[in-house]
């Protein structure tokens, strides 16, 4: 199991991104106290988001984060209300799956299910 990734973001951009977080599925978690003040953290069962302050976040051109969410279009559903950019894609291993930008502009895969294996 992937325990976290680390993604960067804005000082002025941490609202937005716990709100984006929040939705799926993570919840606040406090850093070690040498990180606060330099990140948030996120988590969801046993799994962490970092997003670390930074001035000029770095967004890779190519690759992104994937979750899967329990109920799939119900995190869509709010992901659209809260007013992100939902773009579906075809199905993989016969499971929906659809791209959303985080705040800071982060590729996110929401997967109804992990792929097989």
């Excluded at 599925?25 to 406090?30: A, L």
């Excluded at 770095?58 to 994937?66: D, E, L, N, R, S």
């Excluded at 969410?69 to 659809?98: F, I, N, S, Y």
């Amino acid at each position: 199991m992937l325990h976290h990734v680390t993604l960067e973001t804005r000082r002025e951009d941490a609202e937005a991104a716990v709100a984006f977080w929040r939705l799926l599925g993570f919840e606040p978690i406090e850093p070690p106290p040498a990180l606060v003040g330099r990140a948030l953290w996120m988590g969801r069962s046993g799994t962490h988001i970092h997003l670390l302050y930074t001035d000029d976040p770095v967004i890779p051109p190519a690759g992104h984060t994937a979750i899967v969410a329990a109920d799939h279009d119900a995190t869509l559903a709010a992901l659209r209300a809260a007013g992100h950019h939902v773009d579906p894609h075809a199905e993989h291993w016969g499971a929906a799956r659809a791209f959303v930008k985080d705040p800071s502009g982060h590729l996110v895969e929401v997967m109804a299910a992990p792929p097989p294996g």
